[in-house]
C-alpha cells in the first residue's frame, strides 16, 4: 500500500466509498419494495395495478421482477410494455423477449410501442431471427406499416440484414418521419451507396441535424472526404440549422482524413462561434485527434491541457497522435502519466502505446507493456494487439520471435498478420519466409494484388530478376489491377491530390523541375532526368 502513490489512491478511494453508498441505498430500496409487495398482497390490490415490478426492476432486483411479472395473470399492455421497456433499459434485452411472449401467451395484445421496444432488443442481441419473428407478428397485427414499428424494423434489418431489405421495410412504412429517412440513409452509407443515401436525403421532406449529421458523419467514415465538408459548408449557408456537437467531430475526422490543417482551423472557430469557448468533451477530443493528424502536435497538446475534465478518451487521443508522429518516447511518458494520474488504460490506449513502438522500433518496450497487459487484464488483449506485435517483431527483423507468436496465438491469425509479416520480409529481403507468408495470403484472399506487389518489390531489391518477372506475369494472367499510392498536400487552403508518376496537376511542370533540383542538389549529378510516364 505504501508503495501506491497518494494521487492514486486519493483518486479512487471517493469512488469506492460513492460505489459502497450507491449499493446500501439500493438495498434499502429494495427493502422498501419488499414491504410494499407484502401490504399490497395483505390488502388484496392487483400486482398488475401496482408498480411494484417497475420498482424491483429500477433497483436491479431483476429476479423479482421477473417473478412477480410471471406469476401475475391479468397484465394490461401499457404496463405490461412499462415493465418491458424498463428490462431493456438495463441491458436485459433477452428478458424483455421473454416477457413479450409471455404476454402473447395470455392474450394481451401489444401496442406498437411494445414491438418498438422489442425489436430494439433484437437489434441490441444481434439476433436476426428473432427480429424476423417480430416483423411476422407485427404483419399479422396489421402493425407493419405504423411509423414507430416500421422505423424499428427498417433499423433492424439495416443492421442486420441487407439494405434491400431495409428499403423493403421503409416503402411499407405509411408517412415516414425524419427518423425513418436518416435511418435508410444510415444503411445506404454503410453499404457505400452514397448516390442512393444523397437521393433519399434530397427526397427528405424535413430534415434535422441528425439527418445532416448522419450524411456528414457517413461520407467521412468511408472516405469521401471533401463530400463531407460540402455538405458541412451547404448546411451552413442554409442557415435553417445549426451544427452541434456531433456534427463537428465529423467534419473534423474528415479534414483530418486528408490533413486539411487550415481548414480544419476554419472549422475550429465556427465550432468555437457556434458552440463556445468551452466545447464540450466530445468536440475537444475530436480537436485533438485532428491536429495530431495534422502533425500539429503544439495544437493537440494546448487543446488536452485546457481540457478541465479529462477522460480516457482524452488521454488516448493525445497518446496516439505521439504514436502517428514517430514520437514514441513522448508517448511512453505520456501513457506513465496518464496512469499516476488514476486513469485506468483500457484497449485503446494499449494498442496506441504499441503502435507508438511499433513506429519508433521500440520494440522491448512494447513486449514489456504487452507481456504486462497479458498477465494483469488479458481482456485488455484484442487481435489488433497480436497484429501490431507481429508487425513490429517483423519490421525489426526479428523473425524467429514472430514466427513463435504466430504459432502461439490464441486464435487462427488473418489475412492482416500475415501481411504484416510479408511487410517486414520484403524490408530484410527474408525471401524464403516472404514466399511461405504470401502463400497463406493467397489462400485467404486468392484476389488480393497487394501481397504480390510485396513480394515483387522484395525479389526485385534481391536482384532475382526471373522471380520477379514470374510474379508480375502471374499478376497479369489474373487480372489482378495494382492500386497505385496516393498522397496529397495542402497550399493556400486547397488540397493538392498525387498519385504514382501523375502528370494530370496543372502546375506538374513546376513540380517535376522542383524534384529535378533536390535530387541535384542531393546526388551532386546535374545530368539527371525525370519523366513522368504515362
Keep these: 500500500m505504501n508503495n501506491i502513490p497518494r494521487k492514486i489512491i486519493q483518486t479512487h478511494q471517493p469512488n469506492f466509498k460513492t460505489t459502497l453508498r450507491a449499493q446500501t441505498f439500493s438495498y434499502k430500496k429494495i427493502l422498501q419494495t419488499q414491504k410494499s409487495h407484502a401490504h399490497y398482497l395483505k390488502l388484496g390490490i392487483p400486482i398488475a395495478e401496482s408498480d411494484l415490478v417497475s420498482s424491483y426492476c429500477e433497483w436491479d ?57 422489442v425489436i430494439h432488443s433484437s437489434i441490441a442481441l444481434r439476433n436476426l431471427c428473432i427480429g424476423e419473428q417480430l416483423h411476422a407478428c407485427a404483419l399479422k397485427l396489421g402493425l407493419q406499416s405504423n411509423v414507430f ?73 468511408i472516405g469521401h472526404t471533401e463530400e463531407a465538408v460540402n455538405l458541412f459548408v451547404k448546411m451552413r449557408r442554409e442557415g435553417l440549422l445549426l451544427p452541434d456537437h456531433s456534427t463537428f467531430p465529423c467534419v473534423f475526422s474528415a479534414a483530418a482524413n486528408i490533413a486539411a490543417l487550415g481548414m480544419g482551423k476554419s472549422l475550429h472557430a465556427c465550432a468555437l462561434k457556434i458552440l463556445g469557448s468551452s466545447c464540450g468533451d466530445f468536440v475537444s477530443n475530436s480537436l485533438i485527434s485532428f491536429y495530431a493528424k495534422c502533425g500539429s502536435m503544439e495544437d493537440s497538446l494546448l487543446i488536452f491541457d485546457k481540457l478541465q475534465q479529462k477522460n480516457v478518451v482524452s488521454w488516448n487521443a493525445v497518446i496516439c497522435g505521439y504514436a502517428q508522429n514517430g514520437r514514441g518516447k513522448e508517448a511512453l511518458e505520456l501513457f506513465e502519466k496518464m496512469k499516476t494520474s488514476g486513469f485506468r488504460p483500457n484497449s485503446v490506449t494499449l494498442l496506441c502505446v504499441l503502435l507508438a513502438c511499433d513506429h519508433t522500433g521500440l520494440v522491448d518496450e512494447a513486449c514489456t507493456h504487452f507481456n504486462s497487459a497479458k498477465a494483469e487484464d488479458a481482456n485488455l488483449l484484442k487481435p489488433e494487439h497480436y497484429a501490431c506485435m507481429v508487425d513490429l517483431l517483423s519490421r525489426s527483423g526479428r523473425f524467429n520471435e514472430a514466427e513463435t507468436f504466430l504459432q502461439e496465438l490464441p486464435f487462427d491469425p488473418g ?51 526471373n522471380n520477379a518477372s514470374t510474379i508480375r506475369t502471374e499478376m497479369r494472367v489474373k487480372g489482378m489491377a495494382v492500386v497505385p499510392g496516393c498522397s496529397w498536400i495542402e497550399t493556400n487552403g486547397k488540397v493538392n491530390v498525387f498519385v504514382t508518376r501523375d502528370k494530370r496537376h496543372v502546375q506538374k511542370d513546376e513540380i517535376y523541375l522542383m524534384l529535378r533540383n533536390f535530387l541535384e542538389h542531393m546526388t551532386g549529378d546535374h545530368d539527371i532526368q525525370i519523366a513522368y510516364i504515362n
Design 61 to 117: 432486483s431483476f429476479s423479482d421482477a421477473r417473478k412477480l411479472f410471471d406469476e401475475t395473470p391479468d397484465w394490461r399492455i401499457v404496463s405490461a410494455t412499462k415493465v418491458i421497456g424498463q428490462f431493456a433499459k438495463k441491458d436485459r434485452h433477452k428478458d424483455a423477449i421473454s416477457l413479450f411472449s409471455r404476454l402473447l401467451l395470455l392474450n394481451c395484445t401489444p401496442t406498437e410501442y411494445t414491438f418498438g421496444t
Design 415 to 465: 489475412i492482416g498478420f500475415w501481411k504484416s509479416l510479408l511487410g517486414g520480409c520484403q524490408i530484410h529481403s527474408n525471401l524464403e519466409l516472404g514466399d511461405y507468408a504470401a502463400r497463406r495470403i493467397h489462400d485467404l484472399a486468392p484476389e488480393d494484388s497487394s501481397s504480390y506487389v510485396m513480394l515483387f518489390n522484395a525479389n526485385s531489391a534481391a536482384g532475382r530478376w
Design 149 to 221: 414499428v416500421g422505423s424499428s424494423i427498417l433499423n433492424l434489418y439495416a443492421k442486420l440484414s441487407t439494405i434491400e431489405n431495409a428499403r423493403k421495410a421503409f416503402d411499407d412504412t405509411s408517412e415516414p418521419n425524419v427518423v425513418s429517412y436518416t435511418t435508410l440513409i444510415c444503411g445506404y452509407l454503410k453499404n457505400k451507396r452514397c448516390e442512393d443515401a444523397l437521393q433519399v436525403f434530397r427526397e427528405m421532406p424535413e430534415k434535422n441535424v441528425v439527418s445532416w449529421n448522419a450524411m456528414i458523419g457517413g461520407y467521412s467514415q
